[in-house]
């Protein structure tokens, strides 16, 4: 743990974990918020699904042109642009009582997520030292996985209340908060987006991100089948409110998961390390095949998001190594336009394998999607080579003089 304590001793590093989280509390709300309030407004389970689908393929399919906007302008204008709007757009919505009207503004809602968890990564680098950028991006994991967490849990209590409408009120409140908070720190506020080199090629072209794209397809659809795969398999057993506990353990041991990874020694590479831990997540995925909703998914679901958690930090890192200079934002948004899109898909073909065949069927659908994965990655190993190496001791030094202390 000391080198969560010198981390955390940086000038800085308390205001980017504290100022944001809010607003991620918030992000993990809004699924079951939009599910519940089109659920109680239209009495349709169905559309209580649609709703959720359409606003995450809104999201998902405009996040790279939201994060190149940030590579362009910074972030202090589209931040204090994208939260109000946001914010304002989930009490529009929890006024609609229409169906039509309630799928538009969910539409419009996605069109307009502030990209706030892309905001935060590019300014890890400005915080803390490069030997320091392991850990720090081992407790954003951790961060965004407790606010992943903490906002289901929230959404489903105050849905539950005497109170039934409030969790869009709540989950506003908690993103004018959170990404207002972040949009006037100093560290935000004064981030100045790279100048692109001049034999620039558009990440599209880039064959390092071309195949961290295509693995994100394969594990974008198998995390959108188990996503839906767990209460489907639940439901179908009579045992729904089980999935709570599934996605809960699965959530927390995720927490712990991207704190191990910070603890890795830095003499290893984070390509070797996202390999390593990338073969024993397919060993650690197969057993949620032959599991029932109960302690024995409640395990293996903790085994896989543990090993997730950790390898989240390396993916992370391997990125940032791998992308061209002027994407800091931009790349991460594309790469999750790919990945969440395929999620959706991933989502829609998961339920109707699960109601149609089996469960277990789309359960084996994430086995197989992390496997491919991971042979993508191992064949395409060489077009990520840049991850593949150690800083020096001058380099070390050069990245800490580089961050002398600052105020916010």
Same mark, same amino acid.
């Given at each position: 743990m000391k080198r969560y304590?010198?981390?955390?001793?940086?000038?800085?590093?308390?205001?980017?974990?504290?100022?944001?989280?809010?607003?991620?509390?918030?992000y993990g709300m809004v699924a079951l918020a939009i599910f519940f309030k089109t659920e109680d407004a239209t009495g349709s389970i169905a559309a209580a699904g649609f709703a959720i689908g359409i606003n995450s393929v809104a999201g998902a399919a405009t996040a790279g042109l939201r994060g190149m906007l940030m590579d362009k302008y910074g972030q202090k204008?589209?931040?204090?642009?994208?939260?109000?709007?946001?914010?304002?757009?989930?009490?529009?919505?929890?006024?609609?009582?229409?169906?039509?009207g309630i799928l538009l503004a969910a539409f419009i809602m996605g069109i307009t997520a502030p990209p706030i968890n892309l905001s935060v990564r590019p300014l890890w680098r400005d915080v803390v030292p490069k030997d320091f950028l392991r850990t720090?991006?081992?407790?954003?994991?951790? %961060?965004?996985? #407790?606010?992943?967490? @903490?906002?289901?849990?929230?959404?489903?209590?105050?849905?539950?209340? *005497? !109170?039934?409408?409030?969790?869009? %009120?709540?989950? #506003?409140?908690?993103? @004018?908060?959170?990404?207002?908070?972040?949009?006037?720190?100093?560290? *935000? !506020?004064?981030?100045?987006?790279?100048?692109?080199?001049?034999?620039?090629?558009?990440?599209?072209?880039?064959?390092?991100?071309?195949?961290?794209m295509i693995e994100g397809c394969f594990i974008g659809f198998g995390w959108g089948a188990f996503d839906v795969a767990v209460p489907a398999f639940a439901t179908l057993e009579e045992v729904p409110h089980r999935t709570a506990w599934i996605l809960a353990a699965m959530g927390i041991a995720n927490i712990f998961g991207g704190l191990l990874g910070g603890l890795v020694s830095k003499k290893v590479s984070a390509l070797k390390a996202m390999r390593i831990t990338y073969l024993i997540w397919i060993?650690?995925?197969?057993?949620?095949?032959?599991?029932?909703?109960?302690?024995?998914?409640?395990?293996?679901?903790?085994?896989?998001?543990?090993?997730?958690?950790?390898?989240?930090?390396?993916?992370?890192?391997?990125?940032?190594?791998?992308?061209?200079?002027?994407?800091?934002?931009?790349?991460?948004?594309?790469?999750w336009t790919v990945e969440g899109t395929l999620m959706s898909i991933g989502a829609a073909a998961g339920g109707w394998i699960a109601e149609t065949y089996s469960p277990r069927f789309a359960l084996s659908i994430t086995c197989f999607t992390i496997v491919t994965g991971f042979i993508i990655l191992n064949l395409g190993k060489k077009r990520l080579s840049a991850a593949d190496r150690i800083p020096t001791d001058e380099e070390d030094l050069a990245a800490m003089s580089d961050n002398s202390p600052t105020t916010t």
């Open positions: 304590r010198e981390l955390f001793a940086i000038p800085n590093v308390w205001v980017l974990v504290l100022s944001a989280f809010p607003a991620r509390v918030a204008w589209p931040l204090r642009i994208f939260v109000p709007g946001y914010a304002g757009m989930m009490l529009i919505l929890n006024t609609m009582e229409n169906r039509n720090a991006y081992a407790v954003d994991t951790s %961060v965004m996985s #407790s606010a992943g967490v @903490l906002g289901p849990v929230i959404a489903t209590s105050l849905a539950l209340s *005497s !109170r039934p409408g409030s969790p869009l %009120v709540v989950a #506003s409140i908690f993103m @004018l908060i959170g990404g207002g908070g972040l949009a006037i720190t100093k560290v *935000s !506020r004064n981030w100045i987006p790279e100048k692109k080199e001049e034999n620039h090629i558009s990440l599209w072209r880039h064959k390092a991100i071309q195949l961290l060993f650690i995925s197969i057993p949620i095949v032959f599991t029932y909703p109960g302690w024995s998914m409640v395990i293996a679901a903790s085994f896989l998001g543990l090993v997730g958690g950790t390898i989240q930090v390396f993916y992370w890192e391997v990125m940032e190594a791998v992308r061209p200079k002027g994407s800091a934002v931009g790349m991460m948004g594309w790469i």
